[in-house]
């Protein structure tokens, strides 16, 4: 079949781009259309480098020309990621005064390890990844940003611990705990364990940043955040001092937890925000007693996680079954990830090669991502992107 430019230009009309407005002939997103027979090339330029947003774009595109005109078609989409300028024609640094986050040196990749809701097993995903990643040979860090529930020193084995000062470049900074060879920085490490971390929004914010870059993390190709509940403070704190290269989010199959994570989902992938999303884990996907180990009872749901990466359009990166030597690995301090020839290792080296894959497919497709900033205008606070 032989396609027509003009009738593939008007079909165009019938998709949206997220967060553009109007649909992408009549947005300007389609700079150009051009067929030869069956081949037809689709040149789009969007302002969101979200991959889900651009991923999204090319499937509607694809899906579109094949259901109209021909299964067969040969269809090309080349998508160019260009940030609109502001209704005054200023950029987002010319408008007001603004905080800034900065990049720290050795630090290759930052990803934030997020969760809609607690309970659902967000920090003991986290250490399980870190000691996944290390196990892989790359050289791993954990920032506990959860600063009023911090648990990394538990599930480490390091509660007793203390941050040394070391000397670098002149300057006095923290040197990270060191266990199974993670780096860690806690603010469990400078309060009692009974002590209840009573501290409004600014305190805490300054708290993690002394931690952040008051520290001698030395080189690393991953820095795990492992972010506290919901989307509030600590979040902006976290993504307005640091370029996060990526977000993953923890959820359990159930619809409470469902609808919390697709919050958590939303706020990442916001215009303001704008940070990728790697991809949804889903922990205690089902349980597997040990006398039944070919039954699966899905206490919590079935496949709820999955149904919403896909409803998403997010990567799926694995789900984590519900096992009782997982929970008494992290009360003991030592990651059940660790345990070589288990069910659990071999969970956790999928689901981390999905992360490292991701990661990779993000920094190849994506320019790096930067710290998001504070501007006040009109009398009320907003969150810019830049």
């Not at 929004?201 to 690393?220: H, V």
């Not at 506290?228 to 993953?248: K, Y």
């Not at 619809?255 to 999303?277: E, Q, R, T, W, Y």
Request: contains cysteine.
């Amino acid at each position: 079949m032989k396609l027509d430019r003009k009738e593939v230009l008007l079909a165009l009309e019938t998709i949206t781009i997220a967060g553009e407005g109007g649909n992408m002939v009549e947005s300007g997103a389609v700079k150009n259309v051009l067929t030869f027979g069956n081949e037809v090339v689709v040149d789009l330029v969007i302002s969101t480098p979200a991959m889900h947003i651009k991923k999204r774009a090319e499937d509607d595109i694809k899906k579109l020309i094949h259901e109209k005109f021909s299964q067969d078609a040969v269809v090309k989409v080349n998508i160019k990621v260009e940030a609109q300028a502001n209704p005054n024609g200023s950029s987002g640094s010319e408008q007001a005064q603004q905080i800034k986050g900065k990049a720290i040196p050795g630090i290759s990749n930052i990803i934030a390890v997020a969760s809609g809701k607690g309970g659902v097993g967000k920090s003991t995903v986290t250490a399980n990844l870190a000691v996944t990643l290390a196990k892989m040979g790359f050289k791993v860090g954990i920032l506990d940003a959860d600063i009023y529930g911090p648990s990394m020193p538990i599930m480490f084995d390091v509660e007793n611990e203390k941050p040394i000062s070391v000397v670098v470049d002149g300057k006095s900074k923290m040197k990270p705990v060191e266990s199974y060879e993670i780096k860690i920085l806690s603010i469990g490490f400078f309060t009692a364990p009974s002590q209840a971390v009573i501290w409004r929004g600014p305190m805490a914010s300054k708290a993690l940043n002394q931690m952040i870059f008051d520290a001698d993390w030395g080189e690393l190709d991953f820095m795990l955040i492992d972010l506290p509940p919901g989307t509030g403070d600590i979040h902006l704190s976290i993504m307005q001092s640091l370029p996060i290269t990526g977000a993953v989010i923890v959820s359990t199959p159930q619809a409470v937890a469902l609808a919390d994570a697709k919050k958590g989902v939303s706020m990442f992938l916001s215009d303001s925000i704008n940070v990728p999303v790697l991809g949804i884990i889903e922990n205690m996907a089902y349980f597997t007693p040990e006398e039944l180990p070919n039954n699966n009872y899905y206490i919590f749901g079935k496949e709820g996680a999955k149904n919403l990466a896909e409803d998403l359009q997010v990567p799926f990166l694995g789900e984590v079954p519900l096992v009782q030597s997982i929970r008494e690995a992290g009360d003991y301090g030592r990651p059940a990830a660790l345990q070589t020839a288990s069910v659990i290792e071999k969970v956790f080296e999928e689901i981390t090669r999905n992360v490292v894959q991701e990661t990779v497919n993000r920094n190849q497709s994506l320019p790096p991502t930067e710290a998001i900033k504070i501007t006040t205008m009109a009398g009320c606070s907003a969150v810019k992107g830049k």
